[in-house]
Nanobody, 123 residues
Framework: QVQLVESGGGLVQPGGSLRLSCAAS??????MGWFRQAPGKEREGVAA???????SYADSVKGRFTISKEYAKNSLYLQMNNLKAEDTAMYYC???????????????????WGQGTQVTVSS
């Protein structure tokens, strides 16, 4: 089974930036995505990328977050700029190894999940 390991979370001030990374133990041929879950809230899709490089973003992060994938390293990234307090959450990496999903920001589309990395935006 493919393993996903996130890193790069931390404490940052409002307006700051962070770059999250997700290392996959095996090559992902399908879709990958970033999700987040804040305390007391449901997990939600943040950004996703398909095997052809097409991307999807939640409205709340458009223009601030950028998802990218480095195929040679089996790695997924999320560059987060102009962070806001409402971006505070546990961020999870997800993958569907052999399939391109039809709804890339929906939780049920993904089978493999990482353990998460905490992002806290606070002054």
């Amino acid at each position: 089974q493919v393993q996903l390991v996130e890193s790069g979370g931390g404490l940052v001030q409002p307006g700051g930036s962070l770059r999250l990374s997700c290392a996959a133990s095996e090559y992902i041929y399908g879709s990958m995505g970033w999700f987040r879950q804040a305390p007391g809230k449901e997990r939600e899709g943040v950004a996703a990328i398909d095997s052809d490089g097409s991307t999807s973003y939640a409205d709340s992060v458009k223009g601030r977050f950028t998802i990218s994938k480095e195929y040679a390293k089996n790695s997924l990234y999320l560059q987060m700029n102009n962070l806001k307090a409402e971006d505070t959450a546990m961020y999870y990496c997800a993958a569907r190894r052999f399939r391109r999903v039809s709804r890339p920001l929906e939780i049920y589309e993904y089978i493999r999940w990482g353990q998460g990395t905490q992002v806290t935006v606070s002054s």
